[in-house]
């Protein structure tokens, strides 16, 4: 599976959008996109997945860029109860999810 | 319908002796892995098991073990348990199409080694 890079940690204003980076340059093409969030103490909780197209649904929107080399996880409202580890992972065809050490999302008030 | 149940939530073990985590996937799935996250990183693949059969090692010792029942529950013991060992173990069970991986985890068994 490819490996992927995040920020560490970011901050994001209640209200505003949260809008989390990762970086899979060495994506292969049948490879999905997926996201996942850890709220402390708590099993992960998957968020969204996609392949080439942008994708959305009730919690958050995922944007991949052309090249496949970077995407954006989108949380358009950010309340206090986002403020968790977000981790962005690429597979095929496994189930066998390989986590980084993620972003660690802080929601201010 | 129920997500993934873990049982116990948390378990006090002494060095040496063995454990069995349990974990009941989603209605229907019948895959189901397990992970081990120690404070501080993300979770660890340790195994994974569809229709009763193993189909993933993670890197972990032989002192690890699972196993999965015709209802597609599971178990994970560890053996000759080491300080270690502590860490939250989590189970997530995922269903059939293997283009959509999406898994569900449970709480997870917090397992504290003395």
């Known amino acids: 599976d490819a490996k992927t890079t995040q920020p560490t940690s970011m901050d994001c204003a209640e209200g505003r959008a949260a809008n989390l980076p990762c970086n899979h340059s060495t994506i292969s093409g049948n490879e999905y996109v997926y996201w996942y969030r850890q709220i402390h103490s708590q099993g992960p909780q998957y968020i969204i997945h996609g392949l080439k197209n942008n994708e959305t649904n009730e919690m958050a929107s995922l944007i991949i860029t052309e090249d496949r080399k970077s995407s954006t996880l989108i949380l358009p409202h950010a309340t206090l109860r986002d403020t968790a580890v977000y981790y962005c992972i690429v597979l095929y065809g496994s189930y066998q999810l390989t986590f980084g050490k993620g972003t660690k999302l802080s929601v201010i008030p | 319908d129920a997500g993934v149940t873990q049982s116990p939530t948390h378990l006090i073990k002494t060095r040496g002796q063995h454990v069995t985590l349990r974990c009941s996937p989603i209605s229907g799935h019948k895959s189901v892995s397990w992970y081990q996250q120690v404070l501080g990183q993300g979770p660890q693949f340790i195994f994974q098991y569809y229709e009763k059969e193993e189909r993933g090692r993670g890197n972990f010792p032989d002192r690890f073990s699972a196993r999965q029942f015709p209802n597609y529950s599971s178990e994970l013991n560890v053996n000759a348990l080491l300080l270690g060992d502590s860490a939250l173990y989590l189970c997530?069970?995922?269903?059939?199409?293997?283009?959509?991986?999406?898994?569900?985890f449970g709480q997870g068994t917090r397992l504290t080694v003395v």
């Open positions: 997530a069970s995922s269903g059939v199409d293997r283009d959509n991986t999406e898994a569900f």
